[in-house]
């Protein structure tokens, strides 16, 4: 008599454990381990589905090399952080929180495709007509896109291998869909890896491109096995706030284009709309001479991108002063404060402090910290920051400014917008008379004193004490 196999799988990092506990072993999460069931006769199909090989001739490493045939999508934003479209054959993951509007995006992307492939939108979550309704609002309801409500992967593959020409596959979401080769349920480690193995497979042999849609975790990361990202070509995050209208779309892994580019979009009735200047929009609005404010020229990936950031100093009523911080990394500003604690004799431990990055953007780079520290010496001294100029440069412990790439680039941007001066880290790297065109008053510091005297002067005076 065939014995049933039982596994206990944790569905955070995907490692088997020969029985149930509460704590995965390997990654040290806490009540993620299900058990797996799996019958003899599923052993028996993957045993024959592992059989069906296909011999391959092998090819020399200076094989002639085809031009990769891109599709663009006609919107500039995705094709940015795709670098120029869509690669056939590739296979995308796009991860978001729920509500983000990864769906509205796709179904946008398939409506602007139909005259190039024939596009195919899986759903696993939602009625067809709730798509339609959707596709209504976005007023792209008689666009040529082919739905299905099929969450079988066999079945998915037999319909797809019956078109001859090249297709697009969108399947919403990978953690709905499962391979009836596995007894677990969908949405489990096994289930995503064997299902992503199928379609990605498919994908490969048939030139077709394939958009998976994958589930987050409470950690922002892509929820199933962290293989699921290894096997794909292209992993794209949608970020921002369901309360604010800009999206931000980043690539962080792009087997035919650089990562770390993003895209924004902005929200709207009729569906998401391209913001191809983003600094501008971003900056609409703001006060010129409001205190505690100052703006950060910024680089997201290839593309610059100015950013207000804006800081609140308050006395503390309770013995353990807040540290709020929104956009930025807490322990880069615990990190500021410190050194303008002991190095500029700025004594900031007894205040509230609160940090904002201004239209929902989340500020990864070092080059913040000048602007940072500008914005909390213009709150503490009640004394605005110097009239259209922008900031950036990374601190040393030893409070001294450090240069930052990019430096050209940020320069112009804000020369763009209108700025008309700028407090930045030394330059070496590059020859500021090459700046000549640009009719900017840019000042370099080399020391955090340096800012620090800025801000005490009651008039703000732009000059930098030698």
Known sequence: ????????????????????????????????????????????????????????????????????????????????????????GSVILLGGDPGIGKSTLLLQVASKLTTKLKSFYVTGEEALDQI???????????????????????????????????????????????????????????????????????????????ILVGHVTKEGTVAGPRVLEHMVDTVLYFEGERTNQFRILRSVKNRFGPTSEIGVFQMTQTGLSEVTNPSKLLLAGRSHDAIGSCIFAGIEGSRPMLAEIQALIAPSPFGTPRRSVIGLDGNRLAMILAVLEARCSISLSNKDIFLNVVGGLKISEPAADLAVAAALLSSLFNSPAPQESIIFGEIGL???????????????????????????????????????????????????HDLVTIFKNANTSFEVPT
């Not at 296909?54 to 990769?68: D, F, G, W």
């Not at 064997?194 to 994908?203: D, G, K, P, T, V």
């Not at 790297?429 to 008053?441: A, D, G, P, Q, R």
């Open 1 to 88: 008599m065939n014995k049933v196999i039982r596994r206990y799988i944790c569905q955070e990092c995907g490692a088997q454990h020969p029985r149930w506990s509460g704590r995965c072993d390997s990654c040290g999460s806490w009540n993620t381990i299900i058990e797996e069931i799996r019958s003899p006769k599923s052993r028996q199909a993957n045993k024959s589905s592992s059989l069906r090989t296909i011999a391959q001739t092998p090819e020399a490493l200076s094989t002639p090399i085809e031009t990769t045939k891109r599709a663009a999508t006609a919107m500039q934003e995705l094709d940015r952080v795709l670098g120029g479209g869509l690669v056939s």
């Open 132 to 210: 339609r309704l959707r596709a209504q609002r976005l007023h792209i309801e008689n666009s040529e896109v082919f739905l299905l409500a099929v969450t079988n992967v066999s079945e998915i593959i037999q319909i797809l291998e019956n078109q001859k020409t090249p297709s697009l596959l969108i399947v919403d979401s990978i953690q709905t869909v499962y391979n009836d080769l596995s007894d677990a349920a969908p949405g489990t480690v096994s289930q995503v890896r064997s299902s992503a193995h199928e379609l990605i497979r498919f994908a490969k042999v048939s030139n077709t491109i394939l």
């Open 398 to 448: 030893s409070a001294e400014i450090r240069t930052v790439n990019y430096s050209d680039v940020r320069l112009k941007e804000g020369f763009k917008l209108g700025f008309t001066s700028a407090i930045i880290s030394p330059v070496k790297s590059i020859n500021l008379k090459s700046f000549e065109k640009i009719e900017m008053n840019i000042k370099e510091i080399s020391s955090l």
